[in-house]
Every structure is written in structure tokens, then in C-alpha cells.
């Protein structure tokens, strides 16, 4: 059979993770003749060989991927026939348009962790050991394609040895990237909250001798021993870190951080210790020694852990060491750690010494590394919920994502999403590129970082937009840069979308539906089409349009925006719709968290609706539930109330309240009433949690034929979820993208083409 040349173009996550070494070794055993290379589109081959032969390699390729890699598409055709002598990987071609997935950053490798722990090993005890199965990736890329002069690993000139590895293509190691050693790599650092080298009697300095080498780790274990906040700096920023055991040392860091009752994560040393902590079932094991190794939020259990990791809450959330340098604290302490996010409150990440010394009260010491982080990148959260992932925080290990959407957009267009759990997310083609979780955007510091993300996926797609997707809210952050953008630019057209339709529209791009489906949208607030506040909402969506079918009853926020923290203020609105002027003179555990003046003064404004905007909010609902019922009055953080609820809810009570739904819209007044009758809490929070369920069963009744599709974030709370799923258990709900406003931005997108 004459032979032809084929030029094979490979798009997914190809480049920084092994795959044309891996190309070569297949050629290799092919006998064939070409060359591979990194392109901006994604790995290009040429090769010359018979047809039956590429039908082969492309089989062989598509098989037995490098554990990072994954392939989108594959493209071949022939091209002018090329006489090779041999295979070579060639220079990187740097030119085209860039649709390359960017490689996120995931943990250390089982090949790395042995040779961590191998006293014979050259790299043994360095805490930067890595390959190109493992280790940073996004959290150091300047610029595409993923080469060491795109990255800050660009300032390490490797050694003899390491560039050896770095060039032989049977290597494992062959073009890592983050290549290093003891002798050319990062390195640590301690230093104490006055930016001074830390020293000990045993003269410990920071810069590494071959004596010295491993007692940075020694003597950073003993100070977390001793009760000390040690701030560790990791993969995507800083993490503030104490014994999770040692009840003085989290106190201190909750009284520090100002962080009255927010759970805590707790880094377990292996999964062995992580069973001893909580129980685990299969799924979230997998989730836990995962690559990714994301938080995984689980049940909790009798431990040695501090009473103070999460106050009233059953569940804890855990995962395992990712980097070398966490492992060999870990291994060294023999003990759990907290392992919190080093930001101010509102505000990211912090990635750098500069934006640390803002926290130079919380921390005692600096455990620091001289390799820049480029790309902040948080820690992802996730739990499971009747067999499903639920991604709360999509960040390290899973981001930036790619989705591809079954249409083509018609323009290159930006995504701007919300203005709680922000991301936002460009698109051209098919293809959509999602950053990882950026935060709030309640802080300048937050917008700054906000715009950084931005900036970073057009430079590194090299991509301007001719479209603007936001939010309607015209006060969210996120929108006042969208018009600001395209007021300076004349290029630019902006389109607003609904935000309960781009919730819906998240879901429905993930899991490739294309026709009409039934959403239900359950959030904390959204600005909806006639200028109120909505949260509690049924669509009929396609990605042409949704029309509105019901929605909760709408009521009145007492203060306005002090209403999202004081669930009290919600509660009292609705004993006012419930009773007017009367319910000043009740006596139950709304009205006595105010003083009598207060209750006079809530109910002229709720009469005259000053600042009562009104709202159909299911995240508010929750609140007043918990005010009424004594559950919380005042939350310290975001979704306290809905946590608290969850652990009141017992699966043995039965049965649900009344409501009324006519003419598209959910009464929950004699819901309320006839809670406020119970005696035990626990049977009010199960009957609310049904009734909830009892209130989307009736709306979708009437339109059943249509795929159900869950979207918001109300839908993090797990006892609602499982009851739902159990009620409708081929309900879509959102696997790989958040359900909160995180997946935002994917919706958007969505409703622009």
C-alpha cells in the first residue's frame, strides 16, 4: 500500500502534560517517519505512512492518553507528501489562532511522591519535585503555547541534570516545564510577620546548602506544633494553616481573621487519616485522591479535632495534600491542618508578599517559595449528593474549563458574569473558556482581580471581543465594567440576560440539551424583568428566549441590602404580610430580636415600602425559616442559615404545609402560618425542606413533558437537593459547573449566540 503524509491536528488538553513525548514513544513503535509539535490550535503531526498504519496510531493516541491529557477533536488530512528520514519533535509554532486548552494545575503524581520519599532519589525531601504528569501548570502561564519561557519558571536556569531529563523524549520528565532541584529550582523560605529571616539555634538560614535542605520543613512543623498561624504559600496563593487539633491555635485564628462560625477545611495528611475524620463513601473517596484534589465537604465524625473547625455543623470539609511541599508537612506533623484561604475578607486570594502583609496580624509566620505565582487560583470545593458531583467552587485541578457547545457562535464574545462567586468566560466558535472562581466583587482589590482575569484569558488567546454579555443589574460590579468597556469601545456590542436565564442556560450548555426544557431557578437575588427582585423561579427556557410560568409570591426585604445578612428583617416582613399591624404585639423569635422601636420603625417601612424592595427570593425564604423558627436572626456568613436548617432536617418526619399557587404565583403565607404552630423544630424544618419539593412538583405538573433542570444557588443545599433528585431522579442539575453564580457566566455566553 503506497504511503501518504498526513498532517493531524489534536485539540484538548494536549500541551503541558506529556503528550508529544507520548506521540513519539507511539510513533516510535510504529516505525513511522514525521514530526510533532506544540501549535496555538492544540499538538500538530505530520506524518508519512500508509493509510491502515494512521488508522492505527490515531486508535493507539485516542486510547492510552498520559493521565493529564484529553482529546476534543482530532483532524487529519493529507497534505503534500514529505520524505521523513526519522521523528523528531520539532520547535514549538507559535503562530494562529489560539484554541489550546490551558492545563490547570493538579497534584503531585505517585511516581513524584516516591521519589520524595526515596533517601537515594537526587531530589529527595524537595519540595517542588514534579513531572510532566503532575504538578502547577495554569498558576504559572504567562502565555500560550505552555512553554518554560511562557511561565515563571523562565527565571530558573536549569542545571545539567535537569535539562538531560528536560531533553530526552523517553523521560517522564522530558519538557516539564516547572523542571527543578535541589540545585536549580524554587526553593523555601521562613520568615516571621516582620518580613524578618527567620533563624534558630541550629542557624537556620533560608538560602539552601546541602546540609540545610529539609530543615525549613523541620523546623515550619515545629512551629505549627507550638500553636503558631504559619501563612503557606502553595499552588494558586497563600493558605493559613494551624493544628486542627490544638483548640487555642484555630480559636486564635478565628478571633485573627475575624471569622466568627465559617467551617474551616482541614487538610488531611492521607486518606487513612481522612477516614478517621469522616465518613466517606466511594464517590467522595474518589473525589478526595482525586488529581484535582479538591475540598470534598462530608459528613464529619467523633475526632480529635478542634470543636472549633466548624461550629454547629456536622460537616466538614477535607481534602488531602496536593503540592510536595504540603505532603512533607503533613508527613512530618503526622497530624490534620487547617488549611483556610489567606485573603481579607471580600477580597481574593493572596498570591504575592505585597498583598499578604495585609494579614500580618493574622499570621505568626511566612512559609514562602520564590516561584511567582502568575494566575491566582483558590482551592475548589465539591460534595456529592445522591450519587452526583456538585462543584460549589470550580478552581484548582478543574479550571480554566472548556465546554463545547452543540452550535457555533456567531461572534467572539465575553462573558461577564455576576457579582457573587464571579467568573467570567469568553467564546469563540464552539468553544467556551471558563476562568476559575474569582470571589465577590464587594472590594476594589476583588474588581482589580476581576479585570486581571479578564486580561489574562485575552492575552492568552490572544482574543478580542466583539460582544459583552452581563447581568441586568445595573449596581453589580460586573456590569458597570461591561458598559464602561463598551463605552470606550466602538467595536463592542453589550446584550444584558436575565439572570435566572443564564442559570437555567448554564446547565442546559453542559449537558448539551438543545430543545425546550422546564427550568427551576432558586437563588439569593437576580434582578428580573419588571424591576423586582427574583429567586424563586419556574422558566420555560430554549436558548432563544424563556417565558416566566410561576414564581414565589413576592415580599418585601425590611433594609434593603441589611436584609441578605439579618434574616430577622425577612422573617418580620412576612409575619406583617401575615398579620399587619398585630404582629408588633407577638411573641415569638423574630419579633424578640428586635427592640420595640425597631418593630415600629420595620413596620412603617414595610407600610410605606421604604427601602422594602420587593423580592421572590427561595435563598430569602430560607432565612425567614430560620428566623422564625429561632434557627439564626443574624448570619455571619453567606448560606448560614440554609446549613443550619440542613442539620435540623430528620428524614423520618413525613408530610409538608399548605400554600396556595393560582395564577403563576406560590402563596407561602399559609405555609408560614401553620409553621408557626409547631412545637418541635426539627418537624418544621423537615416540613418546610417537603414542602419546598411539593411547590415544584405542582408548577411542573403542567409541564412534565419537558426535561426538569435544577439551577441556583439554593440548590447547594444538600438535604433540598437529595429530596428533590429522590422525587425526580432524571432531573438535570448542573455536575461540572457550580450551581451558584459561578456558572453564571456560562449562561450568558450561551444567550448570546
Not at 297 to 308: D, E, K
Not at 426 to 435: A, E, M, N, R, W
Not at 447 to 452: F, G, N
Request: contains cysteine; negative net charge; hydrophobic residues 40%.
Amino acid at each position: 500500500m503506497s504511503q501518504k503524509t498526513y498532517h493531524i491536528l489534536i485539540n484538548g488538553t494536549v500541551q503541558g502534560v506529556g503528550f508529544r513525548p507520548f506521540v513519539y514513544r507511539v510513533a516510535s513503535d510504529l516505525e513511522l517517519c514525521g514530526t510533532v509539535q506544540n501549535g496555538t490550535q492544540g499538538v500538530e503531526i505530520v506524518v508519512t505512512t500508509t493509510p491502515e498504519t494512521l488508522k492505527e496510531l490515531l486508535h493507539t493516541l485516542q486510547t492510552t492518553l498520559p493521565p493529564l491529557a484529553s482529546i476534543e477533536t482530532i483532524q487529519t488530512q493529507e497534505v503534500t507528501y514529505e520524505d521523513f528520514s526519522d521523528f523528531q519533535i520539532v520547535q514549538t509554532q507559535e503562530q494562529g489562532e489560539r484554541s489550546v486548552r490551558i492545563p490547570p494545575d493538579v497534584s503531585i503524581c505517585a511516581e513524584c511522591e516516591r521519589e520524595l520519599f526515596d533517601p537515594s532519589n537526587r531530589r529527595y525531601g524537595y519540595p517542588f519535585i514534579t513531572c510532566t504528569h503532575c504538578g502547577v501548570r495554569y498558576s504559572i502561564i504567562y502565555d500560550l503555547p505552555y512553554d518554560r519561557k511562557n511561565t515563571s519558571m523562565k527565571f530558573f536556569q536549569m542545571c545539567k541534570a535537569c535539562e538531560a531529563e528536560y531533553t530526552d523524549p523517553l523521560d517522564r520528565r522530558y519538557h516539564a516545564q516547572p523542571i527543578g532541584c535541589w540545585e536549580c529550582g524554587p526553593r523555601l523560605s521562613l520568615w516571621d510577620n516582620q518580613r524578618s529571616a527567620f533563624s534558630t539555634p541550629r542557624a537556620f538560614v533560608t538560602s539552601f546548602g546541602h546540609v540545610q535542605r529539609s530543615e525549613v520543613v523541620d523546623v515550619a512543623s515545629q512551629l505549627l506544633l507550638d500553636g503558631n498561624i504559619l501563612a503557606v504559600k502553595g499552588v494558586g496563593g497563600y493558605h493559613l494553616m494551624c493544628d486542627a487539633t490544638n483548640d487555642e491555635a484555630v480559636r486564635k485564628l478565628r478571633e485573627r481573621k475575624r471569622r466568627q462560625t465559617k467551617p474551616f477545611a482541614v487538610m488531611a495528611k492521607d486518606i487513612q487519616m481522612a477516614r478517621e475524620l469522616a465518613h466517606i463513601n466511594e464517590m467522595e473517596e474518589k473525589l478526595l485522591i482525586s488529581k484535582e484534589r479538591p475540598i470534598v465537604l462530608l459528613n464529619a465524625q467523633r475526632s480529635t479535632l478542634s470543636a472549633q473547625i466548624a461550629p454547629n455543623i456536622s460537616r466538614i470539609g477535607l481534602f488531602l495534600p496536593y503540592t510536595p511541599s504540603h505532603l512533607l508537612l503533613l508527613h512530618k506533623l503526622n497530624r490534620p491542618l487547617v488549611a483556610t484561604s489567606a485573603n481579607v475578607t471580600d477580597e481574593p486570594i493572596c498570591t504575592t508578599r505585597e498583598s499578604l502583609e495585609k494579614l500580618s496580624g493574622v499570621y505568626d509566620y511566612v512559609l514562602d517559595h520564590d516561584r511567582e505565582i502568575v494566575n491566582g487560583c483558590d482551592d475548589s470545593v465539591v460534595m456529592v449528593v445522591k450519587g452526583q458531583r456538585v462543584v460549589l467552587r470550580r478552581a484548582r485541578g478543574y479550571a480554566p474549563a472548556s465546554v463545547t457547545l452543540p452550535f457555533k457562535l456567531t461572534k467572539r464574545t465575553l462573558a461577564m458574569g455576576a457579582n457573587q462567586k464571579s467568573t467570567v468566560a469568553i467564546g469563540f466558535d464552539d468553544q467556551v473558556i471558563l476562568s476559575p472562581h474569582i470571589g465577590d466583587l464587594d472590594s476594589i482589590g476583588s474588581v482589580v482581580y476581576y479585570q486581571k482575569n479578564i486580561e489574562t484569558l485575552e492575552r492568552i488567546y490572544d482574543f478580542t471581543p466583539e460582544v459583552l454579555v452581563h447581568d441586568k443589574h445595573l449596581s453589580y460590579e460586573s456590569t458597570k465594567l461591561a458598559l464602561s468597556l463598551n463605552a470606550q469601545r466602538s467595536t463592542l456590542s453589550a446584550i444584558s440576560v436575565q439572570h435566572h436565564y443564564a442559570h437555567i442556560l448554564g446547565v442546559m450548555a453542559e449537558k448539551g440539551i438543545t430543545g425546550k426544557v422546564f427550568g427551576v431557578a432558586f437563588d439569593g437575588t437576580g434582578l428580573g424583568d419588571d424591576g423586582k427582585l427574583w429567586g424563586g423561579e419556574f422558566m420555560v427556557c430554549d436558548y432563544t428566549g424563556y417565558e416566566r410560568v410561576g414564581h414565589l409570591d413576592y415580599f418585601k426585604l425590611l433594609g434593603g441590602a441589611k436584609a441578605i445578612k439579618e434574616p430577622r428583617r425577612v422573617a418580620l416582613s412576612l409575619l406583617f404580610d401575615l398579620y399587619g399591624e398585630e404582629a408588633l404585639h407577638l411573641k415569638n423569635p423574630t419579633t424578640e430580636a428586635f427592640s420595640q422601636a425597631e418593630l415600629k420603625t420595620a413596620y412603617l417601612m414595610w407600610q410605606k415600602g421604604l427601602n422594602a424592595p420587593l423580592s421572590s427570593s427561595a435563598g430569602r425564604l430560607f432565612d425567614a425559616v430560620a428566623s422564625l423558627l429561632g434557627v439564626c436572626q443574624v448570619m455571619s456568613f453567606e448560606g448560614e442559615s440554609g446549613m443550619l436548617l440542613e442539620e435540623l432536617y430528620e428524614s423520618g418526619v413525613e408530610g409538608s404545609y399548605p400554600f396556595v399557587y393560582e395564577n403563576g404565583e406560590i402563596n407561602i403565607l399559609p405555609m408560614l402560618e401553620t409553621m408557626l404552630q409547631e412545637h418541635d423544630v426539627s418537624v418544621a424544618v423537615s416540613k418546610f425542606f417537603h414542602t419546598l419539593v411539593e411547590m415544584v412538583a405542582t408548577v411542573y405538573e403542567s409541564y412534565s413533558e419537558l426535561p426538569l433542570v435544577l439551577s441556583g444557588g439554593v440548590f447547594q443545599n444538600r438535604v433540598l437537593l437529595l429530596l428533590l433528585l429522590e422525587r425526580f431522579p432524571d432531573a438535570f442539575i448542573p455536575n461540572d459547573f457550580p450551581p451558584n453564580d459561578g456558572g453564571i457566566a456560562l449562561g450568558q455566553l450561551v444567550a448570546s449566540g
